[in-house]
């Protein structure tokens, strides 16, 4: 359900591949940065993507930044994120995809994991003191805009209930094939600016939450309206930067 694979190899890159590539990318950042996120369009944990005998000069490449943020499968989530923080000076975060606690609806997305999984993985991260970040769909397939919201807002309770300090709301983007032929028998229509918006709002209210990001990645696609889409996009952005819920924007042309 998501386009990832687009930037995926079918073979497993050489060892030294990865730092180097990290490396590179840092050296162009000049300065350090607080923060970093070593997304790998897939699993790092996956041995085949990352492998494991490049973890220590990975950790090497990182070590003057405070935090670190991984992506993996709920499933692939061990050992191997212990071995990873142990190698890290600062903080190690995970990000999950959650995708959505809707009972029907997440086994329809064939991600290959359960609720349980993903609460397993979660409750071994923070017993060991990694943190937890989850990504949820907004208005994944097989839901109407309401529902899309609806359950946005359920999933990321569910992210928070399990001890995630971070949700990021991802839009659900056609894009991967399998999105464009649920759009031709209607089981699928991307969610509005205004569902996102709303699903934000209501995340950042969810008593006992922490952080809440809408993903505003090629957000115009979402838009209907050129004439508030941009001051809309940076209230958004605000928002995340802020995580305080700001006044809306009132267009007259879309009402
Ligand atoms: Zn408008």
């Known amino acids: 359900m998501c386009d990832l694979w687009k930037n995926t190899l ?37 041995a085949a993507a990352i492998p494991p005998a490049d973890y220590p000069a990975i950790a090497q490449t990182v070590a003057v930044v405070d935090r670190v943020v991984v992506e993996s499968h709920p499933r692939l989530v061990g050992e191997k994120a212990l071995r990873l923080r142990d190698l890290l000076p600062g903080t190690l975060e995970v990000a999950m995809g959650l995708e959505t606690v809707h009972p029907q609806v997440l086994p329809r997305l064939n991600k290959k994991f359960t609720l ?13 003191k990694i943190a937890v970040r989850a990504f949820v769909l907004v208005k994944p397939p097989f839901m109407d805009e ?7 807002v359920k ?10 300090a971070v949700v990021s709301l ?27 918006e709303k699903a934000l709002e209501l995340s950042l209210n969810l008593r006992g939450g922490g952080r809440v990001f809408a993903d505003t990645w090629d957000l115009e696609q ?10 809309r996009r940076q209230r958004i952005h605000a928002v995340n930067l802020s995580q305080q819920v700001l006044p809306t924007i009132d267009c007259p042309a879309c009402g």
């Open 10 to 46: 079918t073979h497993t890159v050489p060892i030294g591949a990865i730092p180097q590539q990290i490396n590179h990318a840092l050296s162009q950042l000049g300065g350090r940065p607080g923060q970093i996120k070593l997304y790998n369009s897939g699993s790092f944990f996956d």
């Open 116 to 128: 349980e999984h993903f609460s397993q993985a979660a409750d071994f991260l923070q017993r060991n």
């Open 222 to 231: 979402f838009s209907r309206c050129p004439a508030c889409f941009e001051p």
């Open 170 to 196: 991802i839009p659900t983007r056609p894009g991967n094939g399998a999105m464009e032929r649920l759009m031709e028998t209607g089981e699928f229509s991307p969610p509005r600016l205004a569902t996102l």
């Open 146 to 152: 309401e529902e899309g919201l609806e359950w946005a």
């Open 155 to 164: 999933s990321a309770a569910f992210a928070f209930s399990w001890g995630a």
